[in-house]
């Protein structure tokens, strides 16, 4: 019998935290290179890369000024890229990592984005908003160029001559709209 109410009282319980869990929300915060996340400020991600140097840049864009740590030839998975973060009033919003084709294919990063966030659809730049800067400081993304939607970040993927590049947005941020 102690058993019985032993076992009954363990699933009353998992039972309960099943509920609590169920009404807390998500945790949106996805957690980059060397625990990066969007919403850090130009200090933040500095000390998390350990870049006591990189290059810093300012683009106005039509919609919206970005302000850029930039690093070259960081290793990402045993790959070679180029590094951008993107920055709006001091809080990270987007990075980019540029990749050469003849250091990895772009059906290599398609099938590794795919495995993580299912299948891409064709870019429309519209549901980016002003994040569309990020990608093309024009807004007008002119190549091969695909999109993964992941909750409140879209990952878009554009294979330009030689390179590929791949930029996560958070739709969340400010500036987007």
């Known amino acids: 019998m102690k058993k019985l109410i032993a076992v009954l ?3 009353c319980l998992l039972a309960a935290c099943t509920a609590a869990l169920a009404e ?3 945790e ?3 957690t980059f290179r060397n625990g990066v996340t969007f919403g850090m400020n130009q200090n933040e991600v500095r000390t998390a890369e350990n870049w ?3 290059e810093y840049d300012l683009e106005n864009s039509q919609a919206v000024v970005f302000e850029k740590l930039e690093q070259e030839h960081v290793q990402e998975n045993g790959v070679p890229a180029d590094l951008t973060y ?3 009033n001091d809080r990270m919003v987007a990075f980019r990592l540029n990749f050469e084709t003849r250091h990895i294919s772009y059906d290599a990063v398609i099938a590794e984005l795919t495995s ?3 299948e891409p659809q064709p870019l429309d730049p519209a549901m ?3 994040g569309v800067y990020a990608v093309d400081d024009e807004g007008r993304p002119e190549f091969r160029s695909v999109a993964f939607q992941a909750n409140d970040m879209v990952i878009v993927v554009e294979l330009v001559e030689d ?4 930029t996560y947005i958070d739709l969340t941020a400010d500036y987007i709209r």
């Open 116 to 118: 993580l966030y299912g």
């Open 52 to 54: 006591a140097a990189c």
């Open 86 to 88: 993107f920055f709006v």
């Open 9 to 11: 009282t363990v699933l």
């Open 128 to 130: 980016l908003g002003n």
């Open 24 to 26: 807390t929300p998500a």
């Open 28 to 30: 949106t915060a996805v």
């Open 163 to 166: 390179d590929i590049d791949v």
